[in-house]
C-alpha cells in the first residue's frame, strides 16, 4: 500500500507540478529514473513523461481499500446526500440490465441468437449487433473495457468470448465482476466531485485521456440505446418485459425494499 501510495504521489506532482520527473522519482523511494518509470509504467499504463503530456489529473490506483494518496483539500460534495443524479443512473443502468438478462434465461440458444432484423450499427468501429445475445453481450463488454482501463487490468475478450462465457447467466456474472470495480471508482469520483478530472485509458492504442463525466456519460447514453433494443428483441421472441427502461422503473423498485 505505501508503494501505492507513493507512486500516486508522483502521479499528482507530475500532473500538478513541475518538478523534474528523475526527482519525482527519487521522492517515491526509486533509486534510479529507469526503476521508477518501470514502476510508474506497470501502474498506470504509461510511461510518467508522457502521463505528464497527456495531462492526466487523476492520480488513483485501483485499490478495494479506499485509501488514496490525497494533497490540499477534497471535495466531498454529495457524499452524504441519499441519492444524486450518479445514483440513479448508475444504478438504474445496472439493474435494468440484470433484468434483461434474467429475462433471457427463459429464452433458447436459437431464440438468443436469431438475426435480428432490423440490425443497428452502434461504433463506426464495431459491426451491427446481429443477435440479442451479441446486445446483451456487448451492453456487458461496455462495462468491463471501462472496468479494465479504471483499473489497469487487461483487455478483456471483445466478440471473441467463448459460448460458456455468453450465456446469459454467465453473462450476469460478468456484469456483476465488471460493476463491482466500475462502481466502487465512479463513487469515489462522485464523492470528491471530480467528474471533469481526466485519467489515461493505456488500453487504447495509443493511450488517450478521458475525463471521468464523459466517460461515465457514454457508458449510460449508449448502453441504454442498446438496452431499449433488446426490449425490443425480447417482446418481438414474447417475453413478457415489463416497463420500459425508464429510470422511474429504478427508483420505484427501490422504495418497495
Known amino acids: 500500500m505505501r508503494r501505492r501510495l507513493l507512486l500516486e504521489r508522483a502521479a499528482w506532482q507530475l ?13 517515491a523511494n526509486y533509486g534510479s529514473l529507469e526503476a521508477f518509470t518501470r514502476a510508474f509504467r506497470k501502474a498506470f499504463g504509461v510511461s510518467p513523461s508522457l502521463y505528464r ?8 490506483l485501483y485499490t478495494t481499500n479506499g485509501i488514496h494518496h490525497y494533497c ?3 471535495n466531498t460534495k454529495g457524499a452524504d446526500q441519499s441519492m444524486d443524479l450518479f445514483d440513479i443512473f448508475s444504478g438504474q443502468e445496472s439493474w435494468h440490465t440484470r433484468r ?14 436469431r438475426p435480428l432484423k432490423n440490425q443497428v450499427k452502434i461504433f463506426p ?5 446481429q ?9 456487458v463488454q461496455t462495462k468491463e473495457v471501462w472496468a479494465a ?34 462502481h466502487s471508482i465512479l463513487t469515489d469520483v462522485r464523492n470528491r466531485g471530480a467528474w471533469e478530472d481526466t485519467f489515461v485509458d493505456a488500453l487504447c492504442e495509443p493511450p488517450e485521456t478521458f475525463t471521468f463525466g464523459g ?31 425508464c429510470p422511474e422503473e429504478y427508483i420505484a423498485a427501490l422504495a418497495k425494499v
Not at 131 to 139: E, G, W, Y
Open 215 to 245: 466517460m461515465f456519460a457514454h457508458v449510460i447514453a449508449f448502453n441504454f440505446y442498446r438496452r431499449m433494443l433488446a426490449i425490443d428483441a425480447l417482446r418481438l421472441l414474447g417475453a413478457n418485459v415489463e416497463g420500459f427502461g
Open 72 to 74: 490540499g483539500k477534497v
Open 15 to 27: 500532473s500538478r507540478t513541475r518538478l523534474p520527473v528523475t526527482e519525482i522519482g527519487l521522492n
Open 100 to 113: 434483461l438478462l434474467d429475462l433471457a434465461k427463459k429464452l433458447t440458444d436459437a431464440q438468443l441468437d
Open 53 to 60: 503530456r497527456m495531462g492526466a489529473t487523476c492520480t488513483h
Open 149 to 182: 482501463a479504471l483499473t489497469g487490468s487487461g483487455m478483456p475478450l471483445i466478440d471473441n468470448a467463448p459460448p460458456a462465457d455468453r450465456t446469459p447467466s454467465a453473462m450476469l456474472a460478468r456484469l456483476e465482476r465488471a460493476d463491482a470495480a466500475f
Open 125 to 129: 468501429w464495431d459491426g451491427p449487433d
Open 131 to 139: 443477435s440479442l445475445r451479441q446486445i446483451l453481450d456487448r451492453m
